[in-house]
């Protein structure tokens, strides 16, 4: 290998986009291992929580308070309607609009969910101090945050999403 090649590959090993798609890779594949037995990914459990917190949300306001594209929160949604875990009906404000809702059998699956959640955040933190944690999270919100006009996808965290 060439000294050039050599420094490129350096240069790529630690640029931000690689290093975050690569912790992307395996922050899923941590969570897919800890809920493999609920059968969830980590789009799915986001999904549901958010329904959780505010059911009867219209799929647009869910795309938007997870930063998903509307082709991907379809996609989620139809694999959690097939299971049984969410139903989706006209809503009462807007018949031209789906209301969506977790089911009670979603409910029950989201709660069991909970604990292999927690240990995979565990986990995928675990070569980190709290004080590291703590510092990365800031820096992730603050990059994010500071990027958010560049997304493919809007994000507007549920608490700001009009309802």
């Known amino acids: ?8 590959l350096a240069l790529l090993y630690t640029r931000p986009g690689f290093l975050l798609r690569r912790a992307h890779q395996i922050s899923a594949a941590v969570f897919e291992d800890e809920c493999r037995n609920v059968g969830l ?10 329904l959780r ?14 930063g998903f594209d ?15 875990l969410v139903g989706r009906a006209a809503s009462p404000d807007n018949r031209r609009n789906l209301a969506v809702a977790l089911s009670v059998e979603g409910e029950k699956l989201l709660r069991q969910a909970q604990k292999p959640a927690d240990r995979a955040y565990e986990r995928l933190m675990t070569p980190l101090s709290p004080e590291q944690e703590l510092q990365l999270v ?9 990027l958010e006009d560049h997304a493919r ?7 700001q999403n009009p309802a």
């Open 153 to 159: 996808a809007a994000f507007v965290p549920l608490d």
């Open 53 to 66: 917190a505010s059911p009867g949300m219209d799929q647009s306001s869910l795309a938007r308070g997870l």
């Open 70 to 84: 509307k082709v991907t929160v379809l996609r989620v949604l139809r694999g959690l309607e097939a299971r049984g």
């Open 1 to 8: 290998m060439n000294p050039s090649s050599s420094n490129d």
């Open 41 to 50: 990914t980590p789009a799915q459990f986001g999904v549901m929580t958010i």
């Open 138 to 146: 800031a820096l992730l919100l603050q990059l994010t945050e500071g």
